[in-house]
């Protein structure tokens, strides 16, 4: 089992940048691959980015890809999602998940652990 922190949210403005930290505690961390997820109020919970165990196979959605990079380091049991070039659409509470199926990454069901999440607010 491993349990997660998010941290970094905050309120920004349009074109800043935030960078939020998912820090795990618990066995293995390197076991799990992690994913970052945000819901914006009133709408679904939408994939973000993954990565994968040993961090060498990035994922992002089409809305980040090329603002957004995720990272991990194991020895830390650290995730970070370095947000740039932000914009009032990515206004949302974000969270970090950790998984070991086969599931695809993007979807919610490949996940086995949530944290609580961090809120990020785009002001225009």
């Known amino acids: 089992q491993v349990q997660l922190v998010e941290s970094g949210g905050g309120l920004v403005q349009a074109g800043d940048s935030l960078r939020l930290s998912c820090s795990a505690s618990?066995?293995?961390?390197?076991?799990?691959?992690i994913g970052w997820f945000r819901q914006a109020p009133g709408k679904d919970r939408e994939f973000v980015a993954s990565i994968s165990r040993r961090g060498s196979l990035p994922d992002y959605s089409d809305s980040v890809r090329g603002r957004f990079t995720i990272s991990r380091d194991n020895a830390e049991n650290t995730v970070v999602l370095r947000m740039n070039s932000l914009k009032p659409e990515d206004t949302a509470l974000y969270y970090c998940a950790a998984g070991m199926g086969s599931n695809s990454r993007r979807t919610d069901r490949a996940y086995d652990f949530w944290g609580q999440g961090t809120r990020v607010t785009v002001s225009s």
């Open positions: 618990g066995r293995a961390f390197s076991s799990y691959y």
